[in-house]
């Protein structure tokens, strides 16, 4: 393969994740006036709400299947092009069982989606011979601040749904179909890797510490994204304005640790960037359970911010690391943890609050992502770098 050609592959896969973090922004932003529009009740919102990452989950696990016999950029080729319209669906609907359809083909078609771009994501890292995957999540990161500034806009002018999502979509869509002419793996079979078929060797066992991760991390993003503002105004007596810089401050945070998170896996490897991170994301839940004001609790989820946002990508790529020969197998097995730790990230830290305190409730997440460091060892440390058993030596460096 081409530098040119990696080159174009790493830049459309990127606008992709981008694509991705505004359209799924765009969708959690704006749930209260998805509720309103269909008259969805508190009683049934939760089952909407976890009806999506289960459908993902499922979506997830036949992509697995799919990319057997055909390569994950087909699949991502029409997921995201669905997972756009289907998000247009939900802002043109009426009637409650259009949203039950439009919000379950979005999972679904989610589920795929994310599968086939961390499959990609690794594969292109895999071709590179060093780190790039941080740098797809950074996108993701920098997309998710655009969807949540354009529903922000949308709310605040009394946009319809309709009217708030045709723009996005009417933009991202044909650039998200022009981009994928440019998709491109670094396919394992170039280096010798694919043995075998995809799907038959990975092992449970091998992988289930990086499942735990994944949902750890997710634990602690939920929490991060359900509870922030509450836990500012109804905790530490801030502002309802205030209350909702936290996530803002977060998702910057984010993208700022993504977007020079794969220098540091260059330079000091992929165990010591998630143990790194791992303890400042669980310094950030301890600096917010003890905080004693508002501006104390901004600080740690800034400390959250940087340290949760390098562990999923690494995770991804650890996979890839781990079953060369089946890393689509056991990225679209992994990605099912993701949607594990956004169901049940949210619902126990609601439960411990109402029955102990939030700021106890803070305290079993700091204890799940400070549990990352028992499985750190999974990330390998020198294959992140150049020279690692499944990479290419660095003969070429490309962009």
């Known amino acids: 393969m081409t530098d040119a050609r990696l080159r174009h592959g790493r830049a459309s896969l990127a606008l992709s994740f981008f694509v991705q973090g505004v359209t799924f922004a765009l969708l959690v932003t704006r749930i209260p006036a998805i509720q309103d529009r269909y008259g969805i009740s508190d009683g049934l919102l939760p089952a909407f709400l976890a009806a999506v990452p289960i459908l993902a989950g499922v979506g ?50 989610v589920g795929a989606l994310d ?22 999540h950074a996108a993701y990161s920098l997309g998710g601040i655009a969807g949540a500034s354009m529903a922000w806009a949308g709310a605040h002018w009394d946009m319809t749904l309709l009217v708030s999502y045709l723009p996005a979509v009417v933009l991202l869509l044909p650039a998200a179909l022009v981009g994928s002419r440019w998709y491109a793996e670094g396919r394992a079979e170039e280096d010798g890797q694919r043995k075998e078929p995809q799907g038959t060797s990975v092992s449970f066992r091998l992988l289930m510490p990086l499942c735990l991760v994944m949902s750890f991390a997710y634990i602690g993003d939920s929490t991060v994204s359900n509870w922030s503002a509450k836990y500012l105004q109804d905790v530490l007596g801030s502002s309802e304005q205030l209350a909702t810089v936290p996530y803002n401050v977060y998702m910057v945070t984010t993208l700022l640790g993504r977007a020079v998170g794969d220098f540091g896996v260059r330079r000091f490897g992929a165990v010591a960037v998630v143990r790194f991170g791992s303890v400042l994301a669980a310094a950030g839940f301890g600096v917010v359970a003890v905080a004693s004001g508002a501006w104390i609790g901004m600080l740690g989820f800034t400390m959250l911010g940087l340290g949760l946002c390098v562990i999923v990508p690494q995770t991804f790529a650890a996979a890839g690391r781990m079953f060369p020969g089946a890393s689509d197998t056991a990225v679209a097995r992994l990605n099912v943890f993701n949607y594990v730790g956004f169901l049940v990230g949210s619902p126990l830290v609601g439960a411990l609050g109402d029955a102990w305190s939030y700021r106890g409730a803070m305290l079993v997440p700091m204890v799940l992502v400070l549990a990352t460091l028992v499985y750190a060892k999974s990330f390998g440390a020198e294959p992140a770098r150049y020279g690692g058993g499944h990479e290419r030596p660095r003969t070429v460096d490309v962009g």
């Open 115 to 136: 599968a086939s771009m961390n499959m990609m994501g690794v594969s292109l890292q895999r071709a590179y011979g060093r780190s790039i995957m941080l740098g797809f």
């Open 60 to 109: 997830s696990v036949a992509t697995e299947k799919v990319v057997v016999r055909v390569r994950p950029g087909s699949v991502l080729r029409w997921a995201q092009p669905v997972v756009l319209l289907t998000l247009l669906a939900v802002g043109a609907g009426s009637e409650l069982w259009q949203a039950a359809v439009a919000l379950g083909v979005f999972g679904l078609a």
